[in-house]
């Protein structure tokens, strides 16, 4: 299985490949979203490390039902021939209706096919007021006119 765009990356092409990221995320869709990466694929998110496709499944399916409303945004930071660093923002609710933004940085490493086969994440959650969310799209996909986080000053 293949996953364009591939390694070596160019900047061009890693911007697809964060997009494309962004995208499969922001559709919460647990079995699709695992389908990018390798069948062994090793994480680790926050404090917790997980190992394959079932494990990255399951981590995100629990990880979307304490997270309403959720909405992310990713961007470019670095990349190498395999390699592509991102930071990223993204808005939750949790199931007492507290708002919340996480920010972080990911590294990640992809196989000769494109499918990312390691993901460190590091991530910090900061207590919001719903009136100062600036994700406000309907779920799913970010609108291509919607800022980035550049323009939004995160």
Request: charged share 30%.
């Amino acid at each position: 299985m293949s996953r364009p765009p591939l390694p070596p990356f160019t900047r061009e092409s890693a911007i697809q490949k964060v997009r494309a990221a962004e995208d499969g995320w922001n559709s919460r869709n647990p079995a699709k979203v695992a389908q990018a990466y390798t069948p062994d694929s090793l994480w680790r998110n926050r404090s917790e490390f997980l190992q394959g496709r079932e494990a990255i499944e399951a981590f995100l399916t629990r990880k979307w039902e304490g997270e309403r409303e959720y909405r992310l945004i990713k961007e470019l930071w670095a990349f190498t021939d395999n390699r592509i660093a991102v930071r990223f923002a993204y808005e939750w609710c949790d199931l007492e209706g507290n708002w919340f933004r996480s920010y972080g940085n990911e590294n990640w490493e992809f196989d000769e096919d494109g499918l990312m086969r390691w993901r460190l994440a590091s991530i910090n959650d900061l207590p919001i007021k719903e009136e100062d969310r600036v994700m406000r799209w309907p779920m799913g996909t970010r609108p291509d006119d919607h800022p980035g986080l550049s323009d939004l000053g995160l």
